[in-house]
């Protein structure tokens, strides 16, 4: 199996500071599209030379097909776009140095230090990148003029500009402010992990917060094993610092995996078994009368309330918002014709916090 290969820029289709999506053509003569990070990199122009990491693709996984740009052989020259010490993908050949607000000579570093805790910070936890739609949109339907940060984790994509869903919510003001924190990177700030990048979130004034993993979650079909798990310790820390965690559960009727249908498995497991504290978990109201009876028997036999404040609120004020705005709702390649309740939970999620 492949890792890397020799391309040719044919086309750049898209083109930011952040993010370059291209086409590109291999020296077999394969035709494919790949992403070039030019803070990593430098950026590409049509007719360069490049090696691309192409595993993931060999391999099928789920990077929407594309490639991925190592190096530009025909200007390998790349130059540091920051001046801080702060090292994120540490210790690998694209380690990158990032300005972070907590160390030396961030204007926010003493903001930080002299924050104690989160003050009742209402935070909205949701285990799917996707949710961030519904959830900013709950927010703001509630609070237009709400200050909404989102903390992205580093436990799937790494780049924020991996995502495109983030610029839309940005560019309709329903994301004010992000935050990359752990080994992410590419946030308006960067913070060392999830607890400081909380407390920054405090420091700066925001009204909500939303936290959420970039794009790519993992699973393996294993109890354990999926990039969800973080959930729990992220409960866990949004309690020890005096927040208000919020939790949006993970809910299906279409996916065709009996173990994400109705409570996916992942919410189940952060609930009962990963987390050690409460937290308010937020379920939506279904005008579907089997769903919604489905959903109410799961709730109570899966041991969710003994352990947290189990609540019912409506979310669909926020999913008529994102389609006022045309922000698109769309999950695994579903839609919110194709599965409301998916989107429905963060959705009501966020709209109980800024109303309680």
């Known amino acids: 199996m492949r890792r890397f290969v020799t391309g040719f820029v044919k086309k750049v289709l898209r083109d930011t500071p952040q993010v370059q999506e291209i086409e590109v053509a291999t020296e077999e003569g394969e035709v494919a599209k790949a992403i070039c990070y030019p803070d990593l990199t430098g950026s590409v122009r049509e007719g360069d030379t490049v090696v691309l990491n192409v ?96 903390i992205m984790t580093d436990s799937a994509a790494l780049p924020l500009a991996f995502s495109k869903l983030v610029p839309l919510l940005k560019s309709a003001e329903l994301i ?40 790519g979650h993992l699973g393996t079909a294993s109890p354990l094993g999926f990039s969800g798990v973080e959930m729990g310790w992220l409960i866990d820390a949004v309690n020890d610092l005096g927040g208000r965690a919020i939790f949006a559960p993970r809910i299906s009727f279409a996916d065709p995996r009996m173990r994400h249908r109705g409570i996916s498995h992942h919410t189940i497991t952060v609930l009962t078994r990963l987390c050690h504290t409460k937290a308010t978990v937020v379920f939506p109201f279904l005008s579907d009368e089997k769903c919604a009876m489905i959903l109410s028997e799961q709730v109570k036999f899966s041991m969710i309330a003994e352990k947290h404040d189990v609540v019912w609120w409506d979310g669909r004020k926020a999913i008529n918002l994102l389609r006022e705005l045309g922000i698109p709702l769309e999950s695994m390649g579903r839609k919110y014709e194709d599965d409301p309740a998916l989107f429905l939970a963060p959705a009501a999620a966020a709209i109980w916090a800024m109303t309680h």
């Open 55 to 150: 595993v993931a693709v060999e391999l099928g996984l789920g990077t929407g097909g594309y490639h991925f740009v190592v190096a530009n052989l025909t200007r390998p020259e790349c130059e540091a776009t920051q001046t801080g010490h702060i090292m994120k993908l540490r210790y690998t050949p694209l380690q990158l140095n990032v300005s972070a607000a907590e160390e030396e000579g961030s204007p926010l570093r003493d903001l930080i230090i002299q924050t104690a805790n989160l003050g009742k910070l209402p935070v909205i936890l949701c285990p799917l990148h996707s949710f961030i739609a519904p959830a900013s949109a709950g927010v703001k339907v509630v609070k237009p003029k709400a200050k909404v940060v989102y």
């Open 176 to 215: 004010d402010v992000t935050i990359t924190c752990g080994q992410a990177f590419g946030g308006d700030i960067e913070c060392v992990n999830a607890y400081t990048a909380l407390l920054c979130a405090k420091a700066i004034e925001a009204d909500a917060v939303i936290v959420a993993s970039g794009p």
